[in-house]
């Protein structure tokens, strides 16, 4: 079935940068104060393009870590959704099979994208491993291993730390590594069901309120072993993701711009020196779009990078930030085939969902 054109949905307005002249859609449709595209890591739409799942907040209720919900925008109907029992922890939701997943508690559900579909248990950590202790998150992103049958969990408890996988159909949670320093951004390798890539992250106390800080931030772990860092002399980078090879980690150098490194030589390279915040490229590694932070203004800019053409071109030059309790990002990440860049837009002073189509950006970096 043929999706309607996006771009000429009445739910959605135009907005063109001033100075760059690229033209992004911003949903004008809200159901909530607060609408954000999801967490870099994980795509907003669904992969058909049908669905574009973003992140509700009724402010001052909820914040970063908890009580945010979830909408959906149906390309084919036209229709806008909010589903305040979706109330999720972390930036855990996942775009999946049947629908959207999401965590609260000690428990994943998941839901369809219509108005009368059921909210359902995927699973629940048992007693004996969470035994009733408060945390932060069940999983920072939730992401699926590659044959389908398990998500990742970074869970914490108290001041402890459970990484390992929960089956889909119900069976047991095995831990992997249990740590008592915080790993959290697990992300299952693209086709090996056994590996996860762990950073290491700030924390905080939960009983002193003691402020914790990371030495080196990339691991591996490895289903039946101990994890092991990427870098073997400590590198104090961020915001990494898998490359679709799965033979690299792409990752942010604060100083140096968006880097990849190869997972078996440790030999890591320079793609795009822009000072980027966060980062993400398409499936072929060829394209790039990151948000950067403009200290000397505290503005963020939204930018796109062709490494075939070595050219870049602004999505958002000045964008101002708003909201630190509900970490208002742009985020930006290709979705849908690569077809579009989702982010999180706040040109009108307010938390918006925006898209931009990939191929506005190609013609304009040619």
């Known amino acids: 079935m043929t999706l309607p054109d996006l771009t000429a949905s009445t739910a959605f307005r135009p907005w063109t940068d001033p100075e760059s002249g690229i033209t992004s859609y911003l949903l004008h449709d809200r159901v909530a104060p607060l609408q954000q595209s999801f967490y870099f890591t994980n795509r907003s739409f669904s992969e ?29 109907e036209e229709q806008l959704r909010w589903f305040p029992e979706t109330q999720f922890r972390d930036a855990s939701p996942m775009v999946g099979p049947g629908g959207v997943y999401w965590c609260w508690e000690y428990t994943v559900y998941r839901r369809g994208p219509s108005a009368n ?24 992103h ?20 459970a990484c390992g996988s929960l089956p889909v159909d119900g069976g047991d949670f095995e831990i992997w590594q249990t740590f008592d320093r915080c790993y959290n951004h697990a992300q299952f390798h693209p086709t090996d069901s056994d590996l996860v890539l762990l950073a290491q992250d700030y924390w905080d106390d939960v009983a002193s309120g003691e402020r914790h800080s990371y030495d080196n931030r990339m691991w ?63 499936t072929t590694s060829r394209y ?51 077809k579009w860049i989702a982010y999180t837009s706040t040109v009108h002073g307010c938390s918006d969902v925006a898209v931009v189509l990939v191929a506005d950006l190609l013609a304009a970096t040619a």
């Open 117 to 140: 579909d059921p909210v359902e248990v995927v699973n629940t950590v048992p007693e004996e491993v969470h035994r009733m202790r408060a945390g932060e998150r069940l999983a920072t």
């Open 48 to 76: 058909d393009g049908a669905y574009l799942w973003f992140y509700c907040a009724h402010p001052p209720g909820g914040n970063s870590y908890e009580g945010r919900s979830l909408g959906v925008y149906d390309v084919h």
């Open 142 to 161: 939730l992401t699926l291993s590659a044959d389908g049958r398990q998500l990742f969990l970074d869970a914490s408890f108290g001041r402890e730390w």
């Open 220 to 282: 591996l772990l490895r289903r039946g072993a101990e994890a092991t860092p990427i870098y073997r002399e400590p590198r104090r980078v961020g915001h990494e993701w898998w490359a679709d090879d799965g033979d690299h980690v792409w990752y942010v150098d604060y100083d140096a711009g968006t880097e990849k490194v190869n997972i078996h030589t440790g030999e890591s390279t320079n793609i795009w020196p822009a000072g980027t915040l966060h980062s993400h490229a398409d």
């Open 288 to 338: 790039l779009v990151g948000d950067i932070n403009l200290q000397e203004t505290s503005e963020f800019r939204v930018a796109f990078y062709n490494t075939d053409t070595q050219q870049q071109v602004e999505i958002v030059t000045h964008m101002p930030q708003i909201e630190p309790r509900y970490h208002v990002h742009p985020h930006p990440q290709f979705c849908a085939g690569g």
